[in-house]
């Protein structure tokens, strides 16, 4: 994805929904100076997403020394890095929204699972300061964290249809009804989202939940697509592991909430721009009678 395209759709995005969110603030009665800025929300948002594009580790070695090699004819009048992070907590909401319209539309076969996102090692829990107050302990197939979680539903493509952000010791079931609001047909999950209510809740909003079974449940009858899905669910699994590795979704340098989330989201934006995402090719002539 080009930084030119990115910012073209990030912009024309910006032109229309900036004013609209402006009309929707409540304001204190106290007398704002608003000057203009040397940078746009726009090139903000671009430049944050095109971080999580770019292979670098930490974004303080690409805006210091990636952005003035390579990118100062495009941002000729890019402010100090410390300003920078300063204006990062303005464009969290639109930098979510913007997310939002990139999400995809479900078309009868989704994923859904979460990930711990770990914000500091087992050890350090007890000095840890900067989420002391909003991170939780929670307890994934991998063992026990300090974090948050990205809950998320993809499709058979790979597009990411929803994406919620929760504390470490939710239960991975009570995001489900609020992100399955834009699925339809069948929602494959795991062991996790074994849950009676959950199904019937589901198919009142014509879903059915299908999910792996415990050990020590008894079998039951299962169409075979339906059991070949099932074993499909890597899918989701290579996502979440792109997310952290190769869109540095998880570390634990962040400074303020404000800015981790920033940084979450975007990571969820650039994922979207990335040209071959995992997908399971059922879109194919021979198998479309199938779906």
């Not at 939002?100 to 699972?113: L, N, P, S, Y």
């Not at 449940?217 to 592991?241: G, Q």
């Amino acid at each position: 994805m080009s930084l030119t395209q990115l910012f073209c759709d990030v912009d024309d995005f910006c032109k229309v929904f900036i004013p609209e969110w402006e009309k929707t603030q409540i304001e204190s009665g106290e007398k704002k100076r608003r000057r203009k800025r040397c940078i746009s929300t726009s090139e903000i948002i671009s430049l944050i997403i095109y971080y999580h594009q770019s292979g670098y580790g930490t974004f303080k070695w690409f805006y210091l020394r990636y952005l003035p090699r390579n990118l100062s004819g495009a941002f000729p009048k890019a402010p100090s890095y410390n300003r920078f992070i300063e204006l990062l907590p303005e464009v969290i909401v639109p930098l979510t929204a913007f997310m939002q319209t990139r999400c995809g539309k479900g078309e009868g076969i989704a994923f859904v699972d979460s990930t711990p996102l770990r914000v500091c090692k087992n050890l350090r829990i007890p000095r840890h300061k900067t989420f002391k107050e909003v991170a939780q302990r929670g307890k994934s197939s991998t063992g026990w964290f300090y974090g948050f979680k990205l809950h998320i539903i993809v499709d058979d493509r790979g597009e990411i249809l929803s994406f919620s952000i929760t504390k470490g010791n939710v239960d991975d079931r009570k995001p489900v009804p609020y992100l399955a609001k834009k699925v339809i047909g069948k929602l494959f999950g795991d062991r996790g989202y074994i849950s009676k209510k959950l199904t019937e809740l589901l198919a009142t909003d014509d879903v059915e939940l299908i999910t792996t079974l415990r050990k020590n449940m008894k079998p039951r009858v299962m169409a075979a697509f339906d059991a070949i899905l099932l074993r499909k669910r890597s899918i989701i699994e290579t996502i979440n592991d792109q997310l952290k590795n190769i869109f540095q979704l998880e570390h634990s340098r962040h400074r303020s909430l404000t800015n981790y989330m920033v940084n979450a989201v975007a990571c969820l934006v650039a994922y979207s721009y990335q040209e071959k995402k995992p997908a399971l090719n059922l879109r194919r002539e021979d198998l479309l009678p199938l779906l």
